[in-house]
């Protein structure tokens, strides 16, 4: 659970579940958000240092920076309950035809890359080795 816990995240969506309870009027209170090129970043560095005491983010996205850092040995990653399960990417494009078909020919492109063995290659490389399961079983 989230309440009672120093955190900080970016301006962003992580589900439905997750979004209700960070926007919720107390959690608020305890939550640093951070904007900028390097928001995700500095945070990692702000943990690091002991100013905050986690950051919320994607898995891969989070294992990236630990490996920039070179400190992936150092952290760890916890699935939260309120989470479901993982995704796959969003695409944001504009709301008219040429969206609508770009987003449908993506999604159609994605689905068959999912499927393919270097794709969850590449994806379970930024993730920690309890992870990969996870990705095999959403993948399959």
Known sequence: SLVG??????????????????????VQQQIYVRYGPKHLLNLFKMMMSGRIQMVLGYPDELMYLADELQIRDKIILLKLHEVGDISKGYIGCARNNWGETVIRDLDKALKALHKEDVYRKILKSWLKKDLTHQVDLYLH
Not at 5 to 26: F, N, P, T, W
């Open 5 to 26: 816990s120093e955190m900080c995240i970016r301006d962003s969506s992580y589900s439905v579940g997750l979004d209700k309870i960070i926007h919720a009027e107390q």
